[in-house]
């Protein structure tokens, strides 16, 4: 069975560019999380989906960040315009029941 | 206080020794409860599910004591390649609410 995919592996850009991240979950898992994992930190929820609805997103900082999975299956994570304190790991995951989650391998943005 | 706490650690062991990490959570209303293992610069992966009459996978025991607030996971007889960083997380599925610890570090050594 596949795993999560993530794309890019790494990205590397200048303050106040944008950046867009792509996730496609294990086939036939509805929820997708978006987390984000900061060097040394356990990872952070950013955005809760079950299929193409939200289900939380408290923590997305929503001036900077927006997210979407338009037909429930793959989905983006869009930062504009970046800040240096957003360099981390972005991870997707995946859950066919809204338990045990399956990780992607990340995404590792620098902001210089 | 965080949610969700764990001792950082670094735990150092001996290969063979036991050795046990703790992870306290403060939501009440949490569900359920995983341990994810995560090596450096990867991906973290789920270790096991932490039920309420406690669970045993080979060498990992983990349980969970809601009275107290805690889950444990429990190694036994480690090998060098158990080193790695325990993330433990509590979830309230229904409220999308899935919080991680910052994680125990630890490294056995032969």
């Known amino acids: 069975e596949a795993g999560v995919a993530q794309s890019p592996r790494y990205k590397i850009i200048e303050k106040r560019q944008s950046v867009a991240f792509w996730c496609n979950p294990i086939s036939g898992h509805a929820t997708l999380y978006w987390y984000q994992q900061i060097l040394g930190q356990g990872p952070k929820l950013l955005i809760q989906?079950?299929?193409?609805?939200?289900?939380?997103d408290s923590q997305l900082p929503k001036d900077r960040f927006s997210a979407e999975r338009l037909k429930g299956v793959d989905s983006t994570l869009k930062i504009q315009p970046a800040k240096l304190e957003d360099s981390a790991v972005y991870l997707c995951a995946s859950s066919p029941n809204r338990y045990e989650q399956y990780f992607g391998p990340g995404t590792r943005l620098t902001v210089t | 206080r965080k949610e969700v706490e764990q001792d950082p650690g670094p735990f150092n062991v001996p290969e063979g020794a036991t050795v046990a990490f703790n992870c306290t959570y403060s939501n009440s209303a949490s569900q359920s409860f995983f341990w994810y293992r995560q090596d450096c610069r990867k991906e973290p992966k789920l270790l096991m599910s932490?039920?309420?009459s406690g669970n045993e996978d080979g060498r990992f025991t983990a349980q969970l004591n809601r009275a107290s607030q805690y889950i444990s996971l429990l190694i036994r007889d480690s090998k060098l390649s158990d080193s790695a960083t325990y993330l433990c997380?509590?979830?309230?599925?229904?409220?999308?609410?899935?919080?991680f610890g910052d994680g125990t570090t630890l490294t056995v050594k032969p």
């Open positions: 932490v039920y309420s």
């Open positions: 997380v509590v979830n309230v599925p229904n409220a999308g609410k899935s919080t």
């Open positions: 989906f079950q299929n193409n609805g939200v289900v939380d």
